[in-house]
């Protein structure tokens, strides 16, 4: 498996890629809204500088990707990260996620935060595995930088909204 930064050509492999990693949790999902992703958002992401877009692929085939954001005032969000339901459980989403912590860490964050929906406790358990924790107020009292992000998160009404839920972790760094 190699992970490089996602050229634009790869665009409309990535959205198939997207639609294909909901494919193993069909019946889990059926009856809710997930989020669609469209060309613009992922050429988006690529232009912005404050964000990092990763293709990982095995053999030619795009099997995953991975895109990075700072969010806030202190935090390198993980804004997607998906891999193809054939590529599941292959380390993939690991190193995709282990590439983002990198490089949230070159640009000087120490908090990373991610989400996930409410029928996608598959999600939930795979950045917990990762040494991420679900948000509850009272983790703030022990965490100044938390503490920010979530002020900032509510003042844009986008902390723990609707079906979605705040995970975190922090790192030292340098």
Known sequence: MHIRKTE????????????DSYIPYGEQIRDTDIPSYFYDDIASLMDDPKSDV???EESGEITGMAAGTELGPCAYHLKMLFVSGHSQHKGIGSALLERFESR???????LFTANYLDPAK??????RRHGYREY????????PVLKAQ???L???G????????LLWKTIRTQ
């Open 8 to 19: 634009t050509k790869d665009i409309p492999a990535l959205l198939q890629m997207i639609r």
């Open 54 to 56: 990763w293709t990982a």
């Open 104 to 110: 949230g860490a070159e640009r000087h964050f120490s």
């Open 122 to 127: 598959w999600s939930r358990d795979f950045y």
């Open 136 to 143: 509850v107020p009272a983790d703030e009292e022990n965490s």
């Open 150 to 152: 979530a002020d900032f």
């Open 154 to 156: 509510r003042g844009i």
């Open 158 to 165: 986008r902390l723990n909204n609707g079906h979605k839920h």
